[in-house]
């Protein structure tokens, strides 16, 4: 073994890096990526929405991790409330028992989410979500005697997860096709409501929402008897913070609920407060049949997600019509005496208007950065916003994702203590308990980023 990890500890920063870049494998990531990538860095301390890495540097927390640290770091309470759960019970089978947390969190999701979705299956995060409401979407059809009723049909640019049934439902297939095809049977892909760069070159509302109509198209075409579902996140977050025109929901939720297909509605970023009400679904009245949630139901303390139901989809796995599907670590008791926890917070700080509040406040001051001749589209809802940034107003002509544009621009934000992704379009999410001052730094930071980028590549 190496001498710099021998032992019950390692012995200095240095240490720590060699040992991470060569036993660790990062998600999404290259071999040794600690040590070759500028833009991944050992974090040891978090508060609020700001975290620290292992060399003292603060950044604003800009994605809330991975989406999801919604209440903030550094919360002692929800930690203690895990620590006192995995104390007494930390979990009983996922089969053959429950317990009190699991209950509990169950009856408070039945209160939290939208119209009559009372039933909860719980799972350890966003993917196995949306495994399981696939599994019982097809399963309910077949309980109901439709067993042909197999087909999913997602949207291009939506992302759903990445374990294969999810990977398969996501619109992201020219990313993952090249490693991890063919793809789960029985998946079709519409258009997204994608304003700003519309498939049909078409404006609202003169486009009579052609986006929604072209799933019933689709479910036409293959036959309604054969489709399953329709699966889409409310508002498309890691695909471009992409926010539907007025009537998208109301009339996919008709189209589907003409043909019979159930409709899956995927907070799993949206949920938990981020878009200024505690679900995105709220802002239409839109119920789905099933809601897969995850992330901000426990902030990231612990690995949790569920899957909510209404009655009339939970009523055909009654008597002998058992699902025929589980995962070992769903409702986890400690994980779900963390969650409630989270839960309690959010009510007791009113996290939810705080991100109505912030994000109007965020809102204004990205607009304000429209004047920038890279920032193509400025769009979002609550604290889940995006800069769509193009080489080009008028063309919309896109930069290379590994271009040294956009590596300037990243390189640009950490510096100045701003840590998101750098894509197309620049993402954020921060912590809901995020104050004023910290959202009007967040908007400093990628303007004089953004002028930096600007002036180092010639641009505008």
């Known amino acids: ?55 003292g540097k603060e950044y604003i927390d800009g994605l809330a991790g991975l989406w999801l640290v919604n209440a903030g770091h550094g919360r002692q309470e929800i930690a203690d409330a895990y620590a006192r759960q995995a104390g007494t019970l930390a979990y009983a089978s996922s089969t ?65 997860g990445a374990t294969y049934g999810a990977m398969s439902v996501s619109g992201t297939r020219p990313i993952s096709e090249p490693y991890h095809g063919p793809f789960m049977h029985g998946v079709l892909h519409a258009s997204p409501p994608y304003c700003y760069r519309c498939d049909f070159r078409q404006s609202f509302p003169g486009c009579d929402l052609l986006c929604a109509d072209q799933v019933e198209q689709i479910i036409n075409y293959e036959n309604p008897k054969t489709v399953a579902a329709v699966i889409a996140e409310p508002i498309s977050a890691s695909g471009g913070i992409v926010v539907p025109p007025d009537g998208y929901w109301p009339r996919l939720r008709e189209i589907c609920d003409r043909h019979g297909v159930l409709l899956i509605t995927d907070e799993v970023i949206n949920g938990f407060g981020r878009t200024g009400r505690m679900f995105a679904s709220d802002h239409w009245d839109l119920v789905g049949d099933i809601m897969t949630l995850a992330k901000g139901l426990s902030s990231g303390y612990a690995p949790i997600g569920a899957v909510m139901c209404r009655p009339h989809v939970v009523e055909a796995f009654e008597g002998g019509n058992k699902l025929s599907h589980l995962l070992t670590f769903g409702g986890h008791a400690a994980a779900c ?68 544009e956009l590596k300037t621009l990243g390189e640009g934000l950490a510096r100045r203590g701003l840590l998101t992704r750098v894509g197309g379009v620049l993402p954020l999410s921060p912590p809901l308990c995020i104050t004023a001052e910290q959202v009007d730094k967040i908007v400093a930071i990628i303007d004089d980023s953004l002028t930096e980028m600007e002036t180092t590549h010639g641009l505008g």
Request: charge should be negative.
């Open 1 to 55: 073994m190496n001498e710099a990890v021998e032992g019950t500890s390692l012995p200095n920063e240095s240490a720590l890096k060699a040992a991470g870049s060569e036993h660790l494998f990062i998600h999404a990531s290259s071999h040794r990526a600690l040590a070759n990538d500028s833009g991944k860095r050992i974090l040891v301390e978090g508060r609020g929405a700001l975290v620290k890495d292992i060399e």
């Open 96 to 160: 053959q028992a429950t317990t009190i947390p699991a209950i509990e969190l169950a009856t408070r999701l039945a209160e939290l989410t939208p119209g009559d979705q009372a039933t909860a299956f719980f799972c350890s995060g966003g993917s196995e979500a949306v495994e399981s409401a696939i599994k019982i979407a097809r399963q309910f059809h077949y309980f109901n005697g439709e067993p042909k009723r197999s087909k999913i049909i997602g949207r291009r640019g939506s992302y759903h």
């Open 337 to 404: 005496a963390a969650a409630l926890a989270n839960l309690e917070i959010f009510e007791r700080e009113d996290l939810v208007g705080n991100a109505q509040r912030m994000g109007l406040r965020l809102g204004q001051g990205l607009s304000g950065l429209s004047s920038h001749p890279c920032v193509g589209d400025v769009r979002g809802l609550g604290l889940l916003a995006g800069l769509e940034l193009v080489k080009d107003k008028d063309s919309k002509e896109k930069f290379a994702e590994d271009g040294a």
